[in-house]
């Protein structure tokens, strides 16, 4: 429907936006194979902090399920 594909629209227009601030800040970096676009996170560091704060997020998460 019209509807679902301005959703779409909006959700792509978002995500490259904010595709284009993190490769700006070097947080990712992008690989283009013919009219597609790769991103990845640009080093070590990056991955290890990103790490982090998933570990973080997942004990959060699990300590609601498991408290008393």
Request: net charge positive.
């Amino acid at each position: 429907t019209d509807k679902q594909k301005k959703v779409l629209y909006r959700i792509i227009a978002t995500a490259l936006l904010y595709a284009g601030v993190l490769k700006q800040a070097k947080l990712i970096k992008s690989r283009r194979e013919g009219k597609s676009v790769f991103y990845s996170l640009d080093d070590s560091h990056v991955r290890m902090i990103l790490s982090m704060g998933m570990e973080h997020a997942k004990e959060q998460i699990l300590s609601l399920y498991t408290s008393d």
